[in-house]
């Protein structure tokens, strides 16, 4: 219907427009209904040809994103086909990767077995009388080597263990430093309420002890037999905590005491706990 109207209305602008004053105005002879009817007519063209151009720019448009959609899609499918195959060729190399493995664990099996049947057929069975084992390494006899078979502690045997477990600020001269926490009483009479060792089994004992010291400071500590210094150390002048120990060899007799006191210190100066200790032990 509409383009039946357009053909009418195109006709009649025709003959009614066939004929303009010099001015561009209509001519006098037309009346003001034809005048409106060609207004609208040259409007409704002009939205026609709006539209057609919308149209036109629109297909244009579209079929570039088409175009460009095609060539994502492309190279998509390119990037895909690329992973599909590295990922083939990943799977391939750790097939043979665990192929390999297998063989290599399976090859080692059957040496270890070969070994073992080797050393079960040519190691002789051990004599359960005897201290000492020999060993057989692919045929060949080593040295015996002893089997020690002793466990715990032998009879007469006196050692011991202890441990500073608060710090002991500004000693006395030849206080004593009780070591308050036992680790190891072996047969020994040591006390964590005075810090003094008693011996109940005459012989040579080794004493060592190690005292932990503040910084800046310095301090004199000494192994003390029945009241004599029979050993002594010196710590400190330093900038930070430093520790430091000693050993002594002493000789015994019953109801003999031995402890650890403080022979010397700067003003100021502290044992810190925990690293100070105390050990003795009784030569066999």
Same mark, same amino acid.
């Given at each position: 219907m509409l383009l039946v109207f357009l053909a009418v209305v195109g006709i009649s602008s025709q003959v009614v427009f066939s004929e303009e004053t010099s001015d561009g105005l209509l001519g006098s +002879? #037309?009346?003001?209904t034809l005048v409106n009817l060609a207004n609208q007519f040259n409007d409704l063209k002009n939205t026609v040809k709006y539209f057609e151009a919308s149209r036109i720019k629109f297909t244009e448009e579209l079929s570039e994103r088409v175009t460009d %959609?095609?060539?994502e899609r492309a190279a998509d499918v390119r990037c895909v086909d690329k992973s %599909? !195959?590295? %990922?083939k060729h990943l799977h391939d190399k750790d097939r043979q990767t665990i192929l390999n493995l297998t063989e290599t664990v399976q090859s080692l099996k059957s040496e270890n077995m070969a070994l073992m049947t080797m050393l079960n057929d040519e190691v002789p069975p051990a004599q359960e009388d005897s201290p000492y084992s020999s060993r057989v390494v692919r045929g060949v006899q080593t040295a015996y080597d002893? =089997? +020690?078979t002793r466990t715990g502690s032998s009879e007469g045997t006196v050692a011991f263990h202890v441990l500073l477990t608060r710090p002991l600020l500004n000693p006395g001269l030849h206080q004593t430093i009780v070591f308050d926490k036992i680790t !190891? +009483? =072996?047969?020994?009479q040591i006390s964590n309420n005075t810090g003094v060792f008693s011996c109940n089994q005459p012989g040579v004992y080794v004493f060592s002890w190690q005292v932990l010291l503040q910084g800046s400071q310095y301090m004199i500590s000494e192994l003390t037999k +029945?009241? #004599?210094r029979v050993g002594s150390q010196e710590i400190g002048n330093t900038q930070n905590t430093v520790s430091g120990s000693s050993t002594a060899v002493v000789e015994l007799d019953n109801g003999d005491e031995v402890w650890v006191s403080i022979a010397a210190h700067s003003q100021g100066s502290g044992v810190e706990p925990h690293l100070t200790m105390f050990a003795g032990f009784r030569l066999p």
């Open positions: +002879n #037309m009346s003001p %959609l095609e060539r %599909l !195959t590295d %990922l002893y =089997v +020690n !190891t +009483n =072996v047969g020994a +029945n009241g #004599m």
